[in-house]
């Protein structure tokens, strides 16, 4: 392997000093023109690498921006990454993203890894059990810009990026509604997330908004591993009163429950109307179409940069700012439409 040429490589064979290299190739102004092209001459014919990093860190910026998300397997996170991606590079910063794989003790090492290393800044989405803050603290505490996105926690100095998920909830609930559905059951992730109580309050409001009143039936809280439907099937089927419409926090969990129910002679949408949440892909593959609340993750991923970068920009002050929420949108299918 060729050795890798350093300033100091330069300056043995310039004759000058390693300070006088440094300051050439940075342009100083204490440098003569006539130095500078000898520098940059013999940089290139040596085949001299600027080593970014370094000059980065000696101006107190890494053009990074570390990202930690719960896991990379969901179509959601891949839109919201791709629209980080994208307003990250146009801006000449490159991603660090890293999975807490929905653990707290992960996400936790995960964090003093990026704050270590020296990131600008830092874009969250919490982990599935993640119950403790302080992790964050270094962040908030040395104003570098800290934004939760998805699932969020309200935290000093930081700021949030969501849809109105109790809206959004309620706008699911009532469409089953409207559609005849009076014994809904709504299957949540876990209620600890604000993403998901946020959803349930608003299916709560909905039932309540029309009169037909809330019990625990009418909720089975999971982390929407597909794993758990036959849990649901189960709850179901042994419903004392039965379950005309079913609301799911997710697409992916929802397909899965159509297939399910089906196998057990359930019609869709004639005995039991099914509505889920972000507007994945399987949506529209499964049969019959899945009615859905659309989560508009790429715009999210593009927000949430083009904030973090106007705030290091001196553009904007993200402390101040505590909360963003971008437009969701009721999209109805054939899983929850009366033949």
């Known amino acids: 392997m060729a050795k890798k040429i350093t300033i100091y490589d330069l300056a043995e064979e310039l004759k000058v000093s390693p300070g006088t290299v440094s300051r050439s190739l940075n342009n ?17 014919e040596l085949g001299y690498k600027v080593n970014k990093f370094a000059v980065n860190l000696s101006k107190q910026k890494s053009n990074a921006l570390g990202v930690i998300v719960p896991r990379l397997n969901s179509y959601f996170m891949s839109t919201v990454l791709a629209g980080m991606e994208k307003v ?38 919490l982990a599935h059990d993640t119950t403790d803050y302080d992790h964050f603290t270094p ?41 005849g559905c009076k014994n809904i059951l709504h299957i ?26 809330f019990d625990n039936t009418k909720l089975i809280e999971t982390n929407l591993d597909t ?42 949408p004639e005995d039991i109307k099914i509505i889920g949440f972000n507007n994945d892909p399987i949506s529209e593959l499964v049969t019959p179409s899945l009615s859905t609340i659309e989560y508009p993750g790429y715009k999210m991923g593009v927000l949430a940069v083009q904030s973090i970068i106007s705030h290091l920009n001196g553009n904007i002050n993200l402390q101040s700012a505590n909360s963003i929420s971008l437009r969701h949108r009721l999209i109805v299918r054939d899983s929850s439409k009366q033949k």
């Open 188 to 213: 949540s992730g876990n209620l600890k997330r604000s993403v998901y109580a946020d959803r349930f309050q608003g299916f709560k409001n909905a039932l309540f908004a029309h009169g037909l009143g």
């Open 88 to 125: 990250a590079n146009e801006a000449g910063y490159n991603l660090i993203i890293s999975q807490s794989l929905e653990s707290m003790e992960k996400e936790k090492l995960n964090t003093k890894t990026l704050y270590d290393s020296g990131v600008d800044g830092l874009l969250v989405s």
């Open 227 to 268: 794993n758990k439907v036959e849990d649901v099937i189960a709850h179901i089927k042994n419903s004392k009163k039965p379950i005309d419409g079913v609301f799911v926090a997710s697409d992916t969990f929802a397909a899965h429950c159509i297939k399910e129910l089906q196998k057990e002679n359930f019609r869709i």
């Open 28 to 44: 100083h102004p204490s440098i003569s023109k006539k130095t500078k092209q000898r520098v940059i001459s013999k940089a290139s």
């Open 139 to 179: 962040f908030s505490q040395s104003e570098m810009p800290l934004i939760f996105f998805d699932r969020v926690h309200n935290l000093a100095n930081s700021s949030t990026i969501v849809i109105d998920n109790v809206t959004a909830g309620y706008e699911a609930t009532e469409h089953l509604i409207s559609e």
